[in-house]
């Protein structure tokens, strides 16, 4: 990031609208990292703000004040504070929620009081209006001494009259208010003074922080050993001193309060929220009404997807059977057509699956039900030893489990995050869903169950059900063996119950298609084109003669020699370095029902999941010759045969491949984010050892039990 950029930094309380306005002020135009040296999301994005041709503007964790615990929190502080090298704040945009003015104008306080020019964009007054909650913007305005737009970025409302007042303060039109919210140099004067000794620049009341954090922050020796001193000297107590400032915030808030906004009696009106909480968080109802909510999510996965699924993969067959005949047969042939387009395809395929998935889980989290489960689930979640706050990075894990892992760091509880984080891998994950979607149109016939449910609809949901029973199970054995004693809380605010904005729902579902079919994608593809050398090439001597054995036997006998040559090419396949790595491993899989072209598959998609479907795409493209360019994977496939004669993708073999790919850990990049979660490869190492080992036992006693 280049040092002179303008960087406009967005702060506020969890739900109070913070991506969505983000999302409005900076479109597309945005990019995920991580801040250094910790594991926290760093959202940026850059938008044309009036006279700002370029701003950077970062989306800062959700934070109800200034006193941070958790290490999200921490990153909103040190930006805030001037400790972070990389985002020196220009201005703050803060929001602050309408609807909870007196909770959000404690951090809103806090951060006046720091004198970085600020912003204050009012969210949530549709719902403070049907809560009866009227607010006197202008004279809000006057009593915080900083400009105050009312927004509302779900319906791109008073986005432009905030941009226009962002860019006049970038400008200093508008400057941080002359007096403090409170008397901060009350709370400590002399040690307040002292340390602006040190840092005449900043204000008072971040004078205190330093006194309260210095050993947090990057300061020489010396300076730290004379801030240690200071304190010493002035009998400076931080807890004391933070006691005394919130009373006196929240005194002066009451009087802004009366001024500027009117209440109606609390008890003269219930709302829609608490009438719907009452049957969503029912102790009976509310679960019932959950496994709806998956049941209805897993059909439409299967049901509505299926349709452009099979355009996609009619194309393809379609378009290599027209490029195989046209392209002379030949090396760069067989490469475009079995490695690349054969790669391609596997990707291409699931992708209507993938934006459905995720569309549907943000329709949930816009309406504010995901919160709800998390409430609904604390009970459960305790027994096995985790929290309600567990349930979101799990739940997370349905889409990816790395953003998940990583989202597990707002568990204050060491062990809870710890059990959390080796066990949301479990979670059937997006990788997950081109196995389980090819898988169950093999081995589950498309019937429809009562008239109306589809049976495949159904083991998907199972799939995902049996992982989340897996997980909680392995979390009540692990919580026997992890020595660590902490008192655990669950405080969770619900958000009210909004519509989804479905141009937000839109752009996620665009978003996501570009990682998986870019991220995913270049892994995918790699792998197919060493696949496709693999499979193609072998011991020169060996395929020579497997290649003479069946020229000859043509040769003898040419009304045969379509046969003769699908049987050559297998041969071929056989004998291949791929070939002899499959059959290296046949031995331990061949309990499990796999055949050698399938432990490949295993092999190749320890790097990420999803390149099972590519590598099956490959092998049975580079076995079937020109012949196999017309057919789809799934009739390649649906046609294997065993020695005998039998269906290699029987129900047997098939829910033993399902409930491999459900428990084994088979992501590179998952164990990497857990050990950087964790600081350590011994949990990674146990994870990958456990998930495997558990895959292995549960798909071999599917198997036997089935065949």
């Not at 404690?106 to 009866?132: C, E, H, Y």
């Not at 194309?315 to 057509?337: A, C, H, K, R, Y």
């Not at 096995?384 to 990075?393: A, F, I, Q, W």
């Not at 589950?444 to 009562?450: A, D, E, Y």
Request: charged share 20%; hydrophobic share 45%.
């Amino acid at each position: 990031m280049k040092k002179n950029t303008f960087h406009i930094v967005l702060v506020g309380n969890p739900n109070s609208g913070k991506s969505s306005l983000f999302n409005s002020l900076t479109g597309l135009n945005q990019k995920v990292g991580n801040f250094p040296g910790v594991t926290v999301d760093k959202k940026s994005g850059t938008a044309k703000l009036g006279s700002i041709p370029s701003a950077n503007i970062v989306d800062l964790p959700g934070t109800y004040s200034l006193y941070p615990k958790r290490d999200d929190e921490w990153v909103t502080y040190k930006v805030l504070l001037g400790q972070d090298d990389e985002i020196r704040p220009g201005m703050v945009v803060l929001l602050v929620d309408a609807s909870n003015l007196k909770r959000n104008l404690l951090f809103a306080s806090q951060i006046i009081d720091l004198k970085i020019p600020v912003v204050i964009a009012l969210t949530m007054m549709d719902i403070a209006n049907r809560k009866g909650i009227e607010i006197d913007v202008a004279e809000l305005e006057r009593e915080l001494g900083v400009p105050v737009v009312p927004v509302n970025p779900r319906k791109n409302k008073g986005i432009a009259e905030l941009k226009k007042i962002i860019a006049q303060t970038a400008l200093q039109f508008y400057k941080a208010p002359a007096r403090d919210f409170i008397p901060n140099k009350a709370l400590a004067s002399g040690a307040v003074d002292r340390v602006k000794n040190f840092f005449p620049e900043i204000s008072d009341y971040t004078a205190i922080h330093y006194l309260i954090n210095h050993e947090n922050f990057n300061f020489k020796k010396d300076i730290q050993d004379e801030i240690e001193s200071i304190e010493l000297q002035n009998n400076f107590t931080h807890t004391k001193v933070q006691a005394d400032e919130i009373m006196q915030r929240y005194g002066r808030i009451k009087q802004v309060m009366q001024l500027s906004v009117s209440e109606p009696d609390p008890l003269q009106k219930t709302l829609f929220t608490e009438k719907l909480d009452g049957l969503l968080l029912h102790r009976t109802w509310g679960y019932i009404i959950l496994l709806a909510v998956l049941f209805l999510l897993f059909q439409c996965v299967f049901w509505v997807a299926q349709f452009p699924m099979d355009a996609i993969d009619w194309t393809f067959s379609q378009f290599n059977g027209w490029l195989g005949n046209l392209l002379p047969e030949g090396w760069f042939s067989d490469v475009l057509i079995n490695g690349i387009l054969a790669g391609l395809s596997g990707i291409l395929v699931f992708v209507p699956q993938i934006m459905i998935l995720f569309g549907l889980i943000t329709v949930l989290e816009d309406t504010g039900y995901m919160a709800r489960i998390s409430f609904l689930t604390d009970k459960l979640m305790r027994k096995v030893g985790l929290n309600g706050k567990s349930v979101m990075p799990m739940i997370s894990g349905f889409a990816c489990a790395v953003p998940a892992i990583m989202s597990a760091r707002n568990i204050e509880n060491k062990k809870e995050r710890l059990l959390t984080i080796l066990i949301t891998p479990l979670m059937s994950c997006s990788a997950r869903l081109p196995v389980y979607t090819i898988l169950i149109a093999l081995a589950i016939p498309q019937k429809l169950v009562v008239g109306f449910i589809s049976l495949q609809g159904l083991v998907m949901m199972g799939l995902y059900l049996s992982g989340f029973v897996m997980a909680l199970i392995v979390s009540y054995v692990a919580k026997w063996f992890i020595k660590l004693s902490e008192k655990s809380f669950f405080i969770l605010e619900l958000p009210v119950y909004r519509a989804p904005r479905w141009k937000n729902v839109m752009v996620t579902m665009v978003n996501k298609a570009k990682i998986f079919v870019t991220d995913a994608g270049k892994v995918i593809m790699v792998i197919s084109l060493i696949l496709w050398a693999l499979s193609t090439y072998g011991p020169k001597q060996k395929m020579s003669s497997v290649a003479q054995q069946y020229d000859l036997q043509a040769k003898h006998d040419p009304q045969h020699a379509k046969e003769i040559e699908q049987q050559k090419q297998a041969a071929l396949l056989q004998n291949s370095y791929a070939g002899n790595l499959g059959k290296f491993i046949e031995p331990a899989i061949r309990p499990l029902g796999y055949d050698w072209k399938i432990g490949i598959a295993l092999i190749t998609s320890f790097a990420a999941r999803e390149v099972f479907v590519a590598t099956m795409a490959t092998l049975y493209s580079v076995e079937g010759g020109k012949d196999a360019d017309k057919q789809t994977l799934r009739q390649r496939m649906s046609s294997a045969k065993w020695p005998d004669g039998t269906k290699v993708y029987s129900l047997a073999t098939g829910v033993s491949l399902m409930f491999f790919y459900m428990l084994a850990m088979q992501c590179m990049s998952t164990l990497a984010v857990v050990s950087r979660e964790t600081r350590s490869w011994k949990w990674p190492v146990i994870q990958f050892v456990y998930m495997t080992g558990l895959a292995y036992v549960v798909s071999l006693i599917a198997y036997q039990l089935l065949k």
